[in-house]
T-cell receptor
């Protein structure tokens, strides 16, 4: 089991550019969540995808968008990059509950993509 | 005020010492989580608890729901325990996979 994988590992962009980050969930998982972790801070929730739809969203502007593919992998897109977007972007996968209320399903984290905006 | 507060922010101790990291939260939760993050970024889940106490090896986690407080203890600390320890909470949702709200973490350094 490869666990959660993310690509690329590191990325350097300039202000105004666009970036796409990728995540492959752990085998058997169908739900992907994205988090942003600024230096010295705890991760902050960006959004969550299940069945190819955005199901929950944190307090992030529309410049942050995502997608989930039929194989459950996911992309995070950030447009019009700002210096403040420099952070570690973490992907976490879990097993969904088909929309039914349920106890929490453990999330497994990937190694992250470190984005630097110059 | 953050929904999840941790203390201390940084902790340095000698090998063998008993370590305590505290977490307080201000919202209703379905569960509280303790996670470990090593340099380089990878996050590993240590505990998920909604009541009482859990133990895994030298790690012990407790939670007091009434006081909205949790502690993570490390007994007989070792340099390999050096990492950032993060407290997070998950709320109630209709989906079962509620987003996590994280504290800012406690950087622990154990000196040989």
């Amino acid at each position: 089991d490869a666990g959660v994988t993310q690509s690329p590992t590191h990325l350097i962009k300039t202000r105004g550019q666009q970036v796409t980050l990728r995540c492959s969930p752990k085998s058997g998982h169908d739900t992907v969540s994205w988090y942003q972790q600024a230096l010295g801070q705890g991760p902050q929730f960006i959004f969550q995808y299940y069945e190819e739809e955005e199901r929950q969203r944190g307090n992030f502007p529309d410049r942050f968008s995502g997608h989930q593919f039929p194989n459950y992998s996911s992309e995070l897109n950030v447009n019009a990059l700002l210096l403040g977007d420099s952070a570690l972007y973490l992907c976490a996968s879990s097993r969904g509950t088909g929309g039914r209320p349920s106890s929490y399903n453990e999330q497994f984290f990937g190694p992250g993509t470190r984005l630097t905006v110059l | 005020k953050n929904e999840v507060e941790q203390s201390p922010q940084n902790l340095t101790a000698q090998e063998g010492e008993f370590i305590t990291i505290n977490c307080s939260y201000s919202v209703g939760i379905s569960a509280l989580h303790w996670l470990q993050q090593h340099p380089g970024g990878g996050i590993v889940s240590l505990f998920m608890l909604s009541s009482g106490k859990k133990k895994h090896g030298r790690l012990i986690a407790t939670i007091n729901i009434q006081e909205k407080h949790s502690s993570l203890h490390i007994t007989a600390s070792h340099p390999r325990d050096s990492a950032v320890y993060i407290c997070a909470v998950s709320g109630w949702s209709n989906f079962g996979n509620e987003k996590l709200t994280f504290g800012t973490g406690t950087r622990l350094t154990i000196i040989p």
